[in-house]
């Protein structure tokens, strides 16, 4: 049984003092369906939404109102019946204390490291939430959208050597233009500013209740 978690990121690895702009927040999601099945159940359902909205396109955000709701009854579903698990973690720039984001720390500003550190942070995360045995099979897919050949070499690298996460059977890189599940994982993260921010209302936090936040500004 393979599973498959596809991961995609919010804001930017920059650092204003560095790059002159830069977004004020980094979130990244890990989206997980347990099975063939579960994904193929997910992506019927995402397929039927886009025909019958048509809107065949790839859209950045979610719903909004009621047909929030009914986009998200079946991944809810998915998720109730153990099929579906997500994850998230988040930090705010101006106060992080973590590696790898801050000029004046020793580690430096290297975006590259920030973001790997990022997607361990993400995965012991995940993995402390949704124990995994180790004889299961793991296909992650990351968004690979402006990634060149040697970060995408880097990044497995540094996963597959980290003895703090199992065994991934295939790291794979995907443009969510083409994958349907990674835009469903980039909708989701879209939305964690406002959750810690508490500028979203309270049906739609609600719905979105199945993400489980961590807080990594203070590591």
């Not at 590696?99 to 997607?119: A, C, D, M, S, V």
């Not at 992650?140 to 996460?165: A, S």
Request: charged share 20%; with cysteine; hydrophobic share 35%.
């Amino acid at each position: 049984m393979t599973n498959y978690i596809f991961i995609d990121e919010s804001g930017d690895p920059g650092n204003i003092l560095v790059d002159g702009a830069s977004s004020k927040h980094y979130a990244e999601l890990a989206l997980q369906l347990n099975n063939d099945d579960s994904l193929s159940d997910f992506i019927a359902h995402i397929i039927n939404w886009k025909y019958v909205l048509g809107k065949p396109y790839e859209t950045k955000a979610l719903p909004k109102g009621d047909q929030c709701k009914r986009y998200l009854a079946p991944i809810l579903e998915l998720n109730y019946q153990g099929k579906l698990k997500c994850s998230c973690v988040y930090l705010f720039k101006d106060r992080y204390s973590g590696p790898y984001l801050k000029p004046e720390l020793p580690t430096g500003h290297k975006p590259l490291y920030f973001r790997n550190f990022i997607h361990k942070e993400l995965l012991e995360h995940h993995f402390t939430q949704f124990p995994i045995t180790h004889r299961a099979r793991i296909n992650l897919i990351f968004d690979d959208y402006r990634m060149h050949f040697k970060e995408v070499r880097n990044i497995e690298n540094y996963l597959q050597n980290n003895w703090n996460l199992p065994d991934f059977r295939r790291i794979i890189h995907a443009n969510s233009i083409s994958n349907l599940a990674l835009q469903v994982a980039s909708q989701l993260v879209g939305t964690i500013n406002d959750i810690v921010l508490g500028t979203i209302d309270i049906e739609r936090r609600q719905l979105l209740s199945f993400i489980v936040l961590k807080n990594i500004t203070n590591i």
